[in-house]
């Protein structure tokens, strides 16, 4: 003790200005918007490369399940190509690619560095970033399903908003019969979600698949959410179903980042009055 003393005594005049140097830097941060930015940005490349380090032995954990669920999708893509399709009447004349069809949607893998499924709000992490073409309000989906959306984005890394966080809602229909409600998180259980306002005279099934619905500019159309494991009437005129979700996010270690390339387009007529 008498030691320390000591040397605050000895040294008191180099004390006080590291505080004052701290204080200092701390006010320019909190009050500077280019300073705090660059704090941000900062933080999460530092956040981010930690976090890949320690995620990247957990992923081992699930290897064998994460390549089945590779290979299952890479069988459904094969499904989807053109020369998976055989005509099973002749055409009178050969039939060309058709060049009015447009490719919308781009896709962008990415690794899992950062998860949690336990609170209110929670928030993903990914090794990709705006230096690989990402930008926030992309849609995020998994091998499984639906996972989120983009939040943020830095140069190597990004923040993913999932459907586990009470802030998101996602616009969704049942794919039997084509009505659309809103789901929505309620912080309880990662496995499920609640899908509001649907209308009270839709016949309900449990197990109906449930996907997106396509009405916004962030997620196509068509992408698996889950399916309804119960429901019952809220409100007098709606149903709200229990989605059991499709995409496991204790175990999710892989997803893909969407870019739709008409995003603006759609975005501008939107504004427009056009849509």
Do not use: C
Request: charged fraction near 20%; avoid cysteine.
């Amino acid at each position: 003790m008498r030691n320390l003393l000591r040397f605050i005594l000895n040294n008191h005049f180099f004390i006080l200005f590291i505080f004052f140097e701290i204080v200092a830097l701390t006010l320019v941060f909190q009050n500077n918007y280019y300073q705090k930015a660059l704090v941000f940005n900062f933080s999460r490349n530092i956040s981010g490369y930690v976090d890949s380090r320690i995620f990247s032995f957990r992923q081992y954990i699930y290897l064998n399940e994460t390549n089945k669920a590779l290979a299952e999708e890479n069988i459904r893509l094969r499904n989807d190509l053109m020369s998976s399709y055989k005509l099973s009447i002749r055409p009178a004349k050969s039939v060309e690619f058709d060049s009015a069809w447009l490719r919308q949607y781009s896709f962008i893998p990415a690794r899992v560095i950062s998860n949690s499924v336990n609170k209110q709000n929670n928030f993903i992490s990914i090794d990709k970033g705006a230096l690989h073409g990402i930008e926030p309000d992309m849609a995020v989906i998994s091998p499984d399903g639906v996972v989120g959306i983009v939040t943020g984005v830095s140069n190597h890394f990004s923040t993913i908003i999932p459907v586990l966080n009470n802030d998101l809602r996602i616009s969704s229909r049942l794919k039997n019969t084509g009505y659309f409600g809103s789901l929505h998180w309620d912080g309880k259980d990662p496995r499920s979600a609640l899908l509001h306002e649907l209308p009270h005279h839709v016949t309900i099934n449990t197990g109906d698949t449930v996907v997106t619905s396509g009405f916004s500019a962030i997620f196509p159309e068509g992408i698996m959410v889950g399916t309804i494991s119960e429901f019952e009437i809220r409100g007098g005129n709606f149903y709200t179903a229990v989605i059991e979700l499709s995409t496991d996010f204790r175990k999710l270690t892989h997803v893909y980042v969407i870019e739709n390339i008409f995003r603006e387009e759609l975005l501008e007529l939107q504004r427009n009055g056009s849509l």
